[in-house]
């Protein structure tokens, strides 16, 4: 039985993911920071043109938000890390399997 080819397509399918999951993360970023943007517009605007309520509202809800969006964030690294952890392993073990001594760690 040849297990070699079910690393090798394992590694290369986390590979994919893992680069999908990067490219989502970086537009993320960028969200990140337009929302931010917005957050601190919007708060300077409630408190310069709405009642103290309104202000204090804005402020709340757009920290929420963001801290949402952080959140969102750290979680798509991660799962992103793990993915290049995956792909890392599976080539390793396909190395391995291989009899190629260069796939020490």
């Known amino acids: 039985m040849n297990t070699i080819p079910d690393y090798a397509t394992r590694a290369s399918q986390f590979e994919h993911e893992s680069e999908r999951k990067q490219r989502r993360y970086e537009r ?24 103290w309520w ?32 995956l792909q890392l392993l599976n080539e390793y073990e396909a190395r391995s399997l291989a009899h190629n001594d260069d796939s020490h760690w």
Do not use: C, K, P, Y
Not at 28 to 51: D, Q, S, T
Not at 70 to 79: A, P, V
């Open 28 to 51: 993320l970023a960028w969200m990140r920071l337009l929302a931010f943007i917005l957050l601190v517009a919007g708060v300077i605007l409630a408190w310069r043109e709405a009642l």
């Open 54 to 85: 309104g202000g204090l509202s804005v402020t709340v809800a757009g920290i929420a938000g963001f801290a949402a969006l952080i959140r969102r964030h750290g979680r798509l690294q991660e799962q992103a890390q793990h993915l290049q952890r």
